[in-house]
């Protein structure tokens, strides 16, 4: 009787053990056909697990958000200036007028060999408008406005103007200093290729314009704090011919009772007009100081400092909103 019961224990122990073997093996099988069926789904559908333990949301949040105010701040690094609104301001469309009288000043050059006329028409293939014909040729009354498009017209007509005009600056500054080795080794005089004969041969010899002791005092105070990027002189050394053109237009707005700040004024649209480029990187720079382009002063950005080319070429690497310097300004030759 006992080792009945004895065997009958012992077979009721293992088929236990035996059951809780399959029920474990049976427990894995499933979680693994789970598993499987899980990693099935994730390669059909677009499943999200989000957690519902209130702090870990709230983590999540937090990083996210900590995400876009980097991304926020190294676009703000990056997008800062509206160059296209820049350049409208820096070369507006309608252009800038010259408060001057040209009056018959083309045609006069011509006649005096100033200006080769057949050399000069060569330079516009397309030919020349009705108001840059009428300043060749004619007797001009109306305003002079200087644009994108004949800005290389009028730096010509005012290089010629300003080299063959006589004027103290010309006769007596630093273009006759015999340090330089006599005014004719210059690209505002050598340079003229567009005259009948040398170019120089007309240097301050024709009284185009005279003027009175107040008005030269102007030109050459004026003609002081003019700077151009192309080299580090100001319009007093006329030695290119963009200071020559300038020079020419001071005495033209001095002559018609210009404003020393209307002059700077001016200057500065004429400027930005015959180097764009370098203005609309001025134009971010002050931007980027929190100015805005139409409110700095005139005088300031013509100086030394800002329009020479040692001064453009360090404000330059102070620009944070442009990647590498660029090219894009005009020649010294006609």
Known sequence: MNLKTNIGNEMSSKVAKLQSLVDKTSFWKGAALILFGIIILTQL???????????????????????KSAQQSEEGATVAIDTLALT???????????????????????????????KFRALFEGGLGQTEEQMMSGNSDQPVVMNE???????DMLWAFGLANKNDILDKGEMVDEKYGGAENFASTGGWSLAKGAGFDHYSMHEYV??????????????????????????????????????????????????????????LKVNSFWFPQTYIDLATYFEEQGQDWDQVDAKTALSAQYSSSQGYQQTRQNIKS????????GGCGA
């Open 45 to 67: 559908f677009e499943v999200s697990i989000a957690p519902k333990i209130p702090f870990l949301n709230q983590s999540k949040t937090l990083s996210n958000n900590q995400v």
């Open 149 to 155: 498009q004949n800005s290389r017209y009028l730096l």
């Open 210 to 267: 005279s003027l009175s002791p107040e008005e030269q005092k102007l030109v050459d105070t004026v003609s002081r704090g003019i700077y151009r990027p192309c080299c580090g002189n100001s319009t007093h050394f006329p030695d290119c011919n963009h200071g020559m053109a300038m020079l020419g237009l001071l005495e033209l707005m001095a002559k018609n009772g210009v404003s020393e700040k209307e002059m700077y004024d001016v200057a």
């Open 322 to 329: 442009l990647p590498k310097p660029a090219s894009g300004n």
């Open 88 to 118: 409208k301001s820096v070369l507006p469309a309608e252009g800038v007028a010259l408060p001057i009288k040209w009056g018959d000043l083309g045609k006069r050059m011509v006649a005096d060999g100033v200006i080769d006329e057949g």
